[in-house]
């Protein structure tokens, strides 16, 4: 088959395995804020048929947790976006997710500089080598760049991967409770699947 140009990213070998990002509405808003090229999106990556996703914790374990492809509780699904092709084998991607979990720790997301896009983004980016659309974290870019008028409460608002909802992180210390499989620790990774 041909490929050229917008047609590429359609385009597969033979044993590669589709990567697809999973875009989910955290707000009703959305839907008037999406045609503005605006809005606050939470999104996962799926591939082999597990979407994984980063989230916040309050432990020093890891935030990226799996779960079934556009069914992330919490939240309203809005599309899937194909963003390439990957050679990895399930294991390998397995393994993959076993070495980001040393990097993305619960305690370190931040909604501004360190969301669940960013995560989705730096694995799009090593498994196809296409970022995802600059839409979804639009919003975060933006507060990033005007951070000095953004409300010091909006970068302490977390998404919980236990309850995989918006958790403001000063009222809802004691409320998330584990729904969601998420990787405690490299050791203890295999385990989880």
Not at 129 to 158: D, H, K
């Amino acid at each position: 088959m041909l490929c050229r140009g917008n047609n590429a990213i359609k385009c597969r070998k033979a044993g590669s395995v589709p990567v697809y990002l999973n875009v989910y509405d955290l707000t009703s808003m959305n839907g008037y804020a999406y045609w503005l090229g605006l809005g606050v999106y939470h999104s996962g990556v799926q591939v082999h048929g597990v979407e994984y996703a980063f989230g916040s914790h309050e432990q020093a374990t890891t935030g990226i947790f799996e779960g079934e492809p556009r069914q992330c509780e919490g939240f309203t699904f809005r599309k899937q976006i194909l963003i390439g092709w990957t050679e990895m084998s399930l294991r390998e991607v397995r393994g993959f997710m076993e070495e980001l979990a040393q990097d993305y720790k619960g305690i370190s997301y931040n909604l501004i500089t360190r969301n669940c896009n960013h995560f989705c983004n730096d694995v799009c980016l090593r498994l196809t080598g296409t970022p995802i659309p600059s839409w979804i974290n639009r919003l975060a870019r933006i507060g990033l760049l005007c951070n000095c008028i953004v409300p010091a409460s909006i970068n302490t608002t977390r998404v919980g991967i236990e309850d995989n909802k918006v958790c403001n992180e000063a009222e809802n210390k004691s409320k998330l409770r584990s729904r969601s499989s998420r990787f405690t620790s490299p050791s203890s990774f295999s385990a989880v699947f």
